[in-house]
């Protein structure tokens, strides 16, 4: 069956008129919509928010380092330089260019819409030299050897590893390399806020989902979602009596409060959360997929880059009060990469995502390339958390917070060795002196 088909099909349930479809299931079908939908909603915001800054589809638009005013996507990294570009594959393939990379960490992921990451490209997979690929719809026929892409849309983020701020323009020089050539685009289905009422985000979503089909792996959730009709170019949310529309704000309500509400991570115990192993790669685990496109969208599976929460003594990821804080790594005991490592620390938004806090130093990540840390006896490396200065030989080491208000902070390991990969490595937990 088509994906279209599947779609189609579950619009023709609200065929039968009103009175059949109030007594349908429709909170449980907007529940399962919402989170269904998430990574189509924010990765359309993203699209709109490149827009407006000048990126034409099938261009890539290029971004320094993140900063506090970077608030496109949550979780922004301070370790690459990056560049985005929106492909609209419904009108004929693309070609990516790859640059030589120099002995450089790169990376060029290629995301669905659903924030899949069906290729990831670059120093892991496809090594050091450059390259030219061929990047097909999934409805082009007869292109061996191309590379086929689950959605018509395609969202591809580049990034290059930065050594510090004298390496800015080696950096540059790499990620102006990355390219890409593509058919004019569609103009593009709009987004829709976290908050926006259920009416105005459904329709963003009937929208999306037209743009851009479900697979045909997700016929179990499509089904359940069948009473809304989702997927119709009939989809029309003033159709819905009192009592359904009831029970749809209702549903969407539980599952805005269900990501709002941290899961307490399998591996509490060792001080941090360690993101499932189907990051990237979500199949059909539609809860951790949504939670990662509102807490941190765009995040690469495991083997090319890991990403843990610290958290905080109440096992949760949000630390609050004045520290000082501690994070001590033994001498040859900091997070086992073939590319890079780093700690970066991020204010709380009220609504649940997280961004890069200005502070006096401007400083928004401790890691592997940073200059002038001072390590202890036999190489012990601590890295001081605090909202003011902890002065003395810590302020070298010093990772500002915020000066008030709540704050997390993320490990990120670049192309992590097997040891990381399995669990047997794990960091030493931050601790409160």
Known sequence: MR???????????????PAMAAEQPFRRAAREAFLYALPLVEIANVRAGASDRGMKPGRFLRQGLATPESRGVTKPNNDTLNAQAFIDLARGPARLRLPPLGGRYASLALMDMFSNDFAVLGTRTTGDVGREVLL??????????????????????ARVL??????LGKAREV??????????????????????????????????????PPLAADHDILQRMAPLGLGSDRFDPGRFDPAAASQIAAGVDEARALLLTPR??????????IEPDDVGNFGQDYETRA????????????????????????GGRRF??????????????TPPVNAAWSLTLYEATPDGQFFLTANPINRYSIGDRTPGLIRGRNGLLDIWISRTDPGGARSANWLPAPAKGPFAMVLRAYQPKPALLSHAYVPPPVIRI
């Open 3 to 17: 994906r279209r088909e599947l779609l189609i099909g579950a619009a023709a349930l609200l065929a039968s008129g």
């Open 136 to 157: 097909v719809g999934p409805n082009d026929k007869g292109r061996p050897g191309a590379l086929r892409a689950p959605t018509p849309w395609v969202w591809a983020v």
């Open 162 to 167: 930065v050594d510090g701020p004298k390496d």
């Open 175 to 212: 990620l102006d390399g990355f390219r890409v050539v593509a058919a004019p685009a569609r103009p593009p289905a709009a987004g829709a806020a976290f908050t926006a009422p259920w009416a105005d985000y459904l329709k963003a979503a009937n929208a999306l989902l037209l743009e851009n």
């Open 264 to 273: 307490r991570s399998a591996n509490a115990a060792t001080g941090w959360g």
């Open 291 to 314: 939670r990662v496109a509102h807490g941190g969208l765009g995040a690469l599976p495991p083997p090319e880059a890991m990403s843990m929460s610290a958290l905080s003594p109440d």
């Open 320 to 333: 609050d009060g004045d520290g000082p804080w501690r994070l001590s790594f033994a001498g040859g005991q």
